[in-house]
């Protein structure tokens, strides 16, 4: 048995669990640390009927006790930082968190100052980042269903020698 | 209420479908800046307008190295006005998501 076909039977074996711990849904909780609101906008338009994730079994919630997953917007600002963390403690493992748009990404336009965090890698352990300012609601399904492991990732760091 | 029936039925289903069909964004959509190796001169004016400061320029045993991090990008698209070879150009793609921060990494290299 060559590596390929041990990683490729790890892959399977990794999704099938993960479709058992989660099924097939997904309960998202929204948290604004610090956003510019741009995010939180797009958020709300994926459960219009335009975008609908629901269609998909992705249901955002309105407490932390009740989620899967944390949709973690803004740059992480000095006065959320202890919030984040408790609603990340207060979240029922297995859970996942999404680091979306530039500023959660690393800081973004409010880079890396005295009241900004400059990303929310720097507090809690991201499972996906989804750069965008703001990311398009097809972003952020597409973040979402990679995290849910319908779809592969498209982008690879690019090294070229010119 | 036949008037309000008569409406959604003319409206019909306006959801989109998007992971099943791609989703192609408006032309003057910014999306995922691209870098043609071969233009780029290292001038250096991409690295003095980006307000986010994900562009980058240092040398590095003899060769220069210009990285460009998605990560903190906020697709204003300065670098592709004020390139002067077209070597950035801001695309369509949005479809970024990444579990690492370092696939997120266009790296350029070049012996001075």
Redesign the interface.
Known sequence: MTIEDEVHIMGQQLHSRITRIFGRSLHIREVDAGSCNGCEVEVNSLSN????IE??GVHIVASPRHADMLLVTGPVTRNMELALLKTYNATPSPKLVAAMG??A?????F?DTYASGGGV?RVLPV???????P??P??V???L??AMN??E?????????? | MLKILEMTLKTGI???K??QEP?I?PLDFRG?PEIF??S?TFCGNCVAVC???VIRIKEDNGEMVLVL???????CGRCDEVCSGGAIKLTQE?????????????????KV
Do not use: H
């Open positions: 009927p335009i975008y609908d269609r998909f530039s500023c990404c690393s800081g973004g336009i880079g890698d499972d996906i980042y989804i750069p965008g300012c990311p398009r097809q972003a399904i597409f973040g269903m990679m319908t779809f990732q498209k982008i690879r760091r690019t090294e070229v020698v010119a | 306006q959801t989109t998007y992971p989703d964004a995922k190796p071969d780029c307000p986010s400061n991090s998605y990560c903190g990008c906020i697709f949005y479809e970024m998501a990444s579990r690492t921060k370092d696939d997120l990494y266009c790296i350029i290299r070049r």
